[in-house]
Nanobody
């Protein structure tokens, strides 16, 4: 079974930074556009950012200029560098393929609070 593993979350003050990681099996990672998603309490899961196999990136407007998505194809790992964090960024963050998603991982909790 395909397993996605997110890590790097934590508690951070507003204005702080975190770097999330997503480890995925090479069989899917190397050929897939990958994305970060998040789900805040009481809300639906939303798309945050996408990176194509060629390194092209897209972001939801609310994180543009603050978050940076990247990938290391040799390590089958994707990253999300999050700077200038705001309380509204608080959520469980997930990674997955953009198309033909596989089962969701457990996610990693990000809490932005003073």
């Amino acid at each position: 079974q395909v397993q996605l593993v997110e890590s790097g979350g934590g508690l951070v003050q507003p204005g702080g930074s975190l770097r999330l990681s997503c480890a995925a099996p090479g069989i899917i990672f190397s050929i897939s556009a990958m994305g970060w998603y998040r789900q805040a309490p009481g809300k639906q899961r939303e798309w945050v950012a996408t990176i194509t196999t060629g390194g092209g990136t897209m972001y939801v407007d609310s994180v543009k200029g603050r978050f940076t998505i990247s990938r290391d194809n040799a390590k089958n790992t994707m990253y999300l560098q999050m700077n200038s964090l705001k309380p509204e960024d608080t959520a469980v963050y997930y990674c997955n393929r953009v198309v033909s998603r596989v089962p969701w991982g457990q996610g990693t909790q990000v809490t932005v609070s003073s």
